[in-house]
């Protein structure tokens, strides 16, 4: 069955800093992996996914994400963080199931960018 | 403008009245899904469609029920809301049957007293 853990509930990280957060998930067969933003009182939107293409995938905002098959791992990354990036992130996983494709989403992480 | 709506925003009920949060979509999605988000637990989901007709259950289906009549639309039932079903409920849809983006509707604050 398929998981998706995601280390630290927070992040705080300085403007300017490097932004990592961590997604490792496990699945039975190749999946379908992405990274969610949700600003406050907003619905979810999709910042970057991985469909097999390529290993590294750069998204929206500067953000990029590196999938790596043996550590089961797809972090988030951006160079540099920005004060508009202060919000919950999300790793999901979809994968096909009995009825078509499941998803299966980490309990997120909040950013926090200080001054 | 390619929207996913959900109605109502915020509905405050008590225990066991029966209540339907509705979704539609405009964007001529296949896919639609319903997940509730819980501090700490992250998003959930609760039922898929892949087609019209075509639904199956997601992690946490208990208490729930949906339909889907048409493309546009899946309703979420509860026919007997209880508190543990307080929760921010999401309505999403996608185009590759849930392997690609899934679009996010607004969500709906439910509070069960």
């Known amino acids: 069955a398929q998981s998706v853990t995601q280390l630290g509930s927070h992040v705080s990280v300085s403007e300017g800093a490097l932004v990592l957060l961590r997604c490792n998930y496990s699945?039975?067969?190749?999946?379908?992996l992405f990274w969610y933003v949700q600003y406050p009182n907003q619905g979810l939107q999709l910042l970057l996914k991985y469909t097999s293409a390529a290993t590294l995938v750069k998204g929206i905002n500067g953000f990029e994400a590196e999938f790596k098959k043996s550590e089961t791992s797809f972090h988030l990354t951006k160079p540099s963080a920005h004060m508009s990036d202060a919000a919950e992130y999300f790793c999901?996983?979809?994968?096909?199931?009995?009825?078509?494709?499941?998803?299966?989403f980490g309990a997120g992480t909040r950013l926090f960018v200080k001054a | 403008e390619a929207q996913v709506t959900q109605n109502p925003r915020y509905l405050i009920t008590v225990t066991g009245k029966k209540l339907t949060v509705t979704c539609s979509q405009n964007?001529?999605?296949?896919?639609m899904s319903w997940y509730r988000q819980d501090p700490g637990l992250g998003l959930r989901q609760i039922y898929y469609?892949?087609?019209?007709?075509?639904?199956d259950k997601g992690d946490v289906p208990e208490g729930y029920k949906v339909s889907r009549k048409e493309k546009r639309n899946f309703p979420l039932i509860l026919e007997s809301p209880s508190p543990n079903q307080t929760s921010l409920y999401f309505c999403?849809?996608?185009?590759?049957?849930?392997?690609?983006?899934?679009?996010f509707g607004p969500g709906t604050r439910l509070t069960v007293l």
């Open positions: 964007m001529n999605h296949e896919y």
């Open positions: 699945s039975s067969v190749p999946p379908y």
């Open positions: 999403a849809t996608g185009l590759s049957g849930g392997a690609g983006e899934q679009f």
């Open positions: 999901a996983v979809s994968e096909r199931d009995t009825g078509g494709f499941k998803t299966i």
């Open positions: 469609s892949m087609n019209v007709e075509v639904t």
